[in-house]
């Protein structure tokens, strides 16, 4: 479960032995003293697979995502979203037929990758925890100092696992988002300018999002370098 969506993501793990390098603990800062919470040893069984889960549950819980980040944005920012999610159905498709050797871009298509990126990159500053009967034999956290304080930790071994499988998946949708989005601007085109709007819009206020919550997490691990 992370903080990004109110649906649980599901995962197959099985305990390891650690090796002296591994950690064994989650961390966080109280005040000027670092506290640390001791997580039993799990990792995902299978990565490919599991990034196969991940990438179905991005897609499938987009919207509810995209609801659950802006519940507490302002009613201009969540306008703007709801308004981008309504013109995906209805904004210019590429039709066109031939041997051209870069037909137009289908915009519907872009904004439908965009809004699927968008929801895999907040979850780039998520902060993970585990829900269902299975707790991997641990307690919810009764340190009230603690950002998980009454949730199940999640091993910082499945968080490093869940980090790779989220930067693999993120790979291929970015690089397709951009090269759509470049063609579609510089076609320079006033058809398409609600479309680079909407998306430029989307691509500060995401940043904006991820740069308050990265700050929250350094703040968290006690890091002072900006």
Same mark, same amino acid.
């Given at each position: 479960?992370?903080?990004?969506?109110?649906?649980?993501?599901?995962?197959? #793990?099985?305990?390891? #032995?650690?090796?002296?390098?591994?950690?064994?603990?989650?961390?966080?800062?109280?005040?000027?003293?670092?506290?640390?919470?001791?997580?039993?040893?799990?990792?995902?069984?299978?990565?490919? #697979?599991?990034?196969?889960?991940?990438?179905?549950?991005?897609?499938?819980?987009?919207?509810?995502?995209?609801?659950?980040?802006?519940?507490?944005?302002?009613?201009?920012?969540?306008?703007?979203?709801?308004?981008?999610?309504?013109?995906?159905?209805?904004?210019?498709?590429?039709?066109?037929?031939?041997?051209?050797?870069?037909?137009?871009?289908?915009?519907?298509?872009?904004?439908?990758?965009?809004?699927?990126?968008?929801?895999?990159?907040?979850?780039?500053?998520?902060?993970?925890?585990?829900?269902?009967?299975?707790?991997?034999?641990?307690?919810?956290?009764?340190?009230?100092?603690?950002?998980?304080?009454?949730?199940?930790?999640?091993?910082?071994?499945?968080?490093?696992?869940?980090?790779?499988?989220?930067?693999?998946?993120?790979?291929?949708?970015?690089?397709?988002?951009?090269?759509?989005?470049?063609?579609?601007?510089?076609?320079?085109?006033?058809?398409?300018?609600?479309?680079?709007?909407?998306?430029?819009?989307?691509?500060?206020?995401?940043?904006?999002?991820?740069?308050?919550?990265?700050?929250?997490?350094?703040?968290?691990?006690?890091?002072?370098?900006?």
């Amino acid at each position: 479960m992370s903080n990004v969506s109110p649906s649980p993501l599901r995962l197959v #793990v099985m305990e390891f #032995v650690p090796l002296p390098t591994d950690e064994a603990a989650r961390s966080w800062l109280d005040g000027a003293t670092k506290k640390y919470r001791a997580t039993p040893p799990y990792a995902i069984v299978n990565m490919s #697979v599991a990034m196969g889960h991940l990438s179905e549950y991005i897609e499938t819980h987009m919207n509810e995502t995209i609801d659950f980040c802006l519940e507490n944005q302002d009613e201009l920012v969540k306008m703007t979203y709801k308004f981008a999610r309504t013109y995906m159905h209805r904004a210019p498709r590429c039709l066109q037929s031939g041997k051209r050797a870069k037909p137009p871009t289908d915009e519907r298509l872009l904004l439908m990758k965009y809004l699927r990126l968008w929801a895999a990159v907040r979850r780039t500053a998520t902060m993970e925890h585990i829900v269902g009967y299975e707790t991997l034999g641990m307690k919810p956290e009764e340190d009230e100092s603690s950002p998980l304080c009454g949730r199940v930790p999640l091993p910082p071994v499945l968080i490093q696992q869940l980090d790779v499988i989220l930067m693999n998946v993120l790979e291929p949708w970015r690089k397709a988002v951009l090269e759509d989005f470049q063609r579609v601007v510089q076609s320079n085109k006033p058809g398409n300018w609600l479309t680079v709007y909407l998306i430029t819009f989307m691509s500060l206020h995401c940043c904006a999002a991820l740069t308050s919550e990265n700050y929250a997490n350094a703040r968290k691990h006690g890091l002072k370098v900006r």
